[in-house]
């Protein structure tokens, strides 16, 4: 039977029967999602990304396809390098411009057996990578509390890991983009020194572009490599963010 009113932004019509049947439907489906829930089943993505409420985002910085060997790219290469130690694959996700690799970690509560870790590898340019954070972490519900950005950083010597949750850019364009697409600073960055050229060479804007962008020297590469593989390392990247963190918070990511 359908009913129909004018109210006042005109003629609304209403289907006591389906209306009825939709909720029908949602009840249905919602007993469904709750047994899933509680029978730890491997739901469909869509539902478990709703499930995992501890889960988490990290993404690399870096230029996409292009200059993956040069400073710049450093973020992507570091998140490559986990995706290998923990053997997994990367799927094209069109609709956030990215790669994604999805590692399960494992909890211990019955009702979440697993908490997703999503590794983000963006293909877009360095400037603008921020806009495929925000889509991912739109599309696999996660709050900008928990994503984590991996990018280098000239004001740190090479091969110097520190956290940073929350506060400014600090001059990288990246996490800027970032700080710009999630609408909030308040998510985990783990910064990756580079250093900057020698006294003797051009300091200006110029000389620091060609720097970022320059090859990344073998022997640096496995000196930054050497610290990620750390097992403290390892298992701070992949704990939830601690949100609690001061703003201001600067610490060393390795002993």
């Not at 109210?7 to 609304?12: A, F, Q």
């Not at 300091?203 to 403290?232: H, K, S």
Request: with cysteine; proline share 5%; charged share 20%.
């Amino acid at each position: 039977r359908t009913n129909s009113r004018r109210g006042r932004w005109g003629l609304v019509s209403t289907s006591t029967s389906r209306t009825s049947g939709w909720i029908s439907r949602a009840v249905a489906r919602c007993a469904d999602f709750q047994s899933g829930v509680q029978l730890g089943l491997r739901l469909r993505p869509r539902h478990a990304e709703r499930l995992a409420i501890m889960a988490q985002l990290i993404c690399g910085l870096g230029n996409g396809l292009l200059g993956r060997g040069s400073r710049h790219a450093l973020g992507l290469r570091l998140l490559e390098l986990l995706a290998a130690t923990h053997g997994l694959s990367w799927s094209l996700y069109p609709s956030v411009g990215a790669f994604v690799a999805v590692l399960d970690r494992p909890h211990s509560g019955v009702d979440r057996p697993v908490d997703p870790v999503y590794l983000v590898w963006p293909l877009l340019p360095y400037n603008v990578a921020g806009w495929s954070v925000a889509a991912a972490a739109q599309r696999f519900g996660i709050p900008a509390a928990r994503v984590t950005v991996v990018h280098d950083d000239l004001d740190k010597q090479v091969g110097e890991l520190r956290w940073k949750y929350g506060g400014s850019a600090g001059g990288n364009n990246g996490v800027r983009s970032v700080v710009a697409s999630l609408r909030t600073d308040l998510f985990r960055r783990l910064r990756v020194g580079i250093g900057r050229p020698a006294a003797n060479e051009d300091q200006g804007r110029g000389g620091i572009l060609a720097w970022v962008l320059g090859t990344l020297p073998d022997d640096d590469w496995e000196q930054i490599a050497a610290g990620w593989a750390e097992a403290t390392m390892q298992a701070a990247l992949l704990q939830p963010p601690a949100s609690e963190k001061t703003p201001r918070d600067d610490s060393a990511a390795a002993p």
